[in-house]
């Protein structure tokens, strides 16, 4: 039986430094448009309430920009994806920012509180600081460090308001209290651009990274396999895509922070359809195309577009 899928539309930008996040869902959209493609005719969908206004908002929210916004954004994204687990379905969230990651992890983990929940991070940054640890007080970098519930005080560079830390401590505990993901069950692929207490956290906990270069010289296939046995105990998986994963200087620009070195877009479908084989992935999650910045036209909506294709078939023969 085909599994059922259900497109989730999150447009917020607000967990980022930059912002026009919030328009690489359309420009998905106006890839498959061009390409006269139905993709998103074919598929039920439903959009998340956002509240991108708040970037208006001049009230200082220390090292946790926006916290208050974000909090209630990934706490409505995460009934979202509770919800159409719930009913049986399989969600594809396309989002902004990837703040959202902590909303989308959350609602995987109260929709199956029993299960242990393993992560796959496609990503140039291992998004693991917290307000106590950012350089930037952008929430995008800190999903992880929610998820896992760590502040990592060992590294705490910021001296954080007591609203921030109210607000954080309310993030760590969306969908269900306490931790989402255990830090051992998270096995990153391709990050590259770190800080310390992230590199710290990393240790700590041994979470695996594949990065480009090791992907390419041990076998793409080999490193897939290796992360899911690393994840073989693990009852349900997330897949989250950051198209920052991809290599900006081969690819596009068009997005918040891209870093060159990077995949590019066969070897992402290789990987993702390689963890779907597994038949434990619960979710996938698409984020951080932003059209504002793509310096060839919609090049990364393109190429996400492909990306978003390819896997869908894949998820269909689950």
Sequence with gaps: MMKEIKIIKNRSDIGAGTRGSDMGIDAIEIAAINQNNDFFNRFESEDVITENESVYNKKNNSFGK????????????????????????????LSGDHSSALGTISGVKAANPNKKVGVVWIDAHGDLHTPYTSPSGN?????????????????????????????WDRMKNIGMPGQKVLPEDIVFFGVRDTEE???????????????????RYRGLEICVNEALEKLTDCDIIYVSFDVDSMDCDMISYGTGTPVPKGFDDKEIVE????????????????????????LKGNKMAETAFKVLEEVTKEIQKL
């Design 66 to 93: 926006q916290i208050s916004s974000v909090f209630n954004q990934c706490k409505r994204l995460s009934n979202h994806v509770k919800v159409n687990l719930q009913e049986g379905k399989f969600p594809i969230v």
């Design 139 to 167: 929430i995008h970098g800190m999903p992880l460090g929610a998820a896992i519930s760590d502040d990592n005080l060992d590294c705490q560079i910021n001296d954080v308001s007591r609203e921030t830390a109210d607000l």
């Design 197 to 215: 207490p992230e590199e710290k956290q990393m240790a700590k906990y041994g979470i695996k990274n594949y990065m480009v270069a090791e992907v």
């Design 271 to 294: 990987i993702i359809n390689g963890l779907l084989a597994s038949k434990k992935v619960a979710c996938v999650e698409f984020v951080e195309v932003n059209p504002l910045l793509d």
